[in-house]
């Protein structure tokens, strides 16, 4: 009989803590849940603000990451009270996004450039973020030179270079820095890349300017009219 009182009564105790943690574990998932649906909506919103960016629509860019740093808001408070919950991937993910989205606008603006601390997210989303704004950069350098204007493409190229040589001075390990060393090498890519495009560019364009040069030296060739006054 003691035995049996003994067992009912462990299994009361047991449901008062089961009922508790469940409790818990509920807030949580709630908690998760709504995390999840705000970092979403950061990514999205800062998708669209970089392809506003490109397409020079700063005002509209502006807007969409106005709409992302306040979903990022949302996710994080919505995990304040759950710090486990909050050095999860997917919020990283979306801290990263929205940094991208910011700093790849400022880099095309040329203005400063806003820390960590000033947007809101971690030092690794942001060091994250950076790298592939940077990555984001050769797309409107290519569009630059598309337009023949090689002064801006240039000064792009060198933004992409000193992030690079900033980023290759992170010497931490990924787990610190989430997996910046990896980010960072496929900008290392990106920028060798555009370097060669760009390169190939203005050595056409100076030969180009040549040879208009020397064919105005020699005048029109035999059996060509001669230019109008």
């Given at each position: 009989?003691?035995g049996?009182?003994?067992?009912g009564?462990?299994?009361?105790?047991l449901e008062?803590?089961?009922?508790s943690?469940n409790a818990e574990?509920a807030?949580a998932h709630?908690?998760?849940e709504t995390a999840?649906?705000?970092?979403?909506?950061?990514?999205?919103a800062?998708?669209?603000?970089?392809r506003?960016t490109?397409?020079?629509?700063?005002?509209?860019?502006?807007?969409l990451?106005?709409e992302?740093?306040?979903?990022?808001?949302?996710?994080?408070a919505?995990?304040?009270?759950?710090?486990a919950?909050?050095g999860?991937?997917f919020?990283h993910d979306?801290?990263k996004?929205?940094?991208?989205?910011c700093?790849?606008?400022?880099?095309?603006?040329g203005?400063?450039?806003?820390?960590?601390?000033?947007?809101?997210v971690s030092a690794?989303?942001?060091?994250?973020g950076?790298?592939?704004?940077?990555?984001e950069?050769?797309r409107?350098?290519?569009?630059?030179l598309?337009a023949g204007?090689l002064?801006?493409?240039?000064r792009?190229?060198?933004?992409?270079?000193?992030?690079?040589g900033?980023?290759?001075?992170?010497?931490?390990?990924?787990?610190?820095?989430?997996g910046l060393?990896?980010t960072t090498d496929?900008?290392?890519?990106?920028l060798?890349r555009?370097r060669?495009d760009?390169?190939t560019?203005?050595?056409?364009?100076?030969l180009q300017?040549r040879l208009?040069e020397v064919?105005t030296?020699l005048?029109?060739l035999?059996?060509?009219?001669s230019?109008g006054?």
């Amino acid at each position: 009989m003691a035995g049996e009182a003994a067992a009912g009564s462990r299994r009361a105790e047991l449901e008062v803590h089961r009922a508790s943690a469940n409790a818990e574990l509920a807030d949580a998932h709630q908690a998760r849940e709504t995390a999840l649906r705000a970092c979403r909506a950061v990514i999205q919103a800062s998708g669209r603000s970089i392809r506003a960016t490109h397409r020079g629509e700063e005002e509209r860019a502006g807007e969409l990451a106005g709409e992302a740093g306040a979903a990022l808001v949302e996710a994080q408070a919505a995990l304040e009270g759950f710090p486990a919950l909050l050095g999860a991937g997917f919020v990283h993910d979306a801290e990263k996004e929205y940094a991208e989205a910011c700093l790849c606008a400022v880099l095309v603006a040329g203005g400063p450039l806003p820390g960590h601390a000033a947007l809101g997210v971690s030092a690794p989303a942001w060091f994250n973020g950076l790298a592939e704004a940077a990555s984001e950069l050769r797309r409107h350098t290519l569009d630059t030179l598309r337009a023949g204007e090689l002064a801006r493409a240039e000064r792009l190229l060198a933004e992409m270079d000193d992030i690079y040589g900033v980023l290759v001075g992170v010497d931490f390990p990924d787990a610190v820095t989430g997996g910046l060393r990896r980010t960072t090498d496929a900008l290392r890519a990106v920028l060798e890349r555009t370097r060669s495009d760009l390169t190939t560019t203005v050595l056409q364009t100076r030969l180009q300017r040549r040879l208009d040069e020397v064919l105005t030296r020699l005048g029109p060739l035999p059996g060509e009219p001669s230019p109008g006054p």
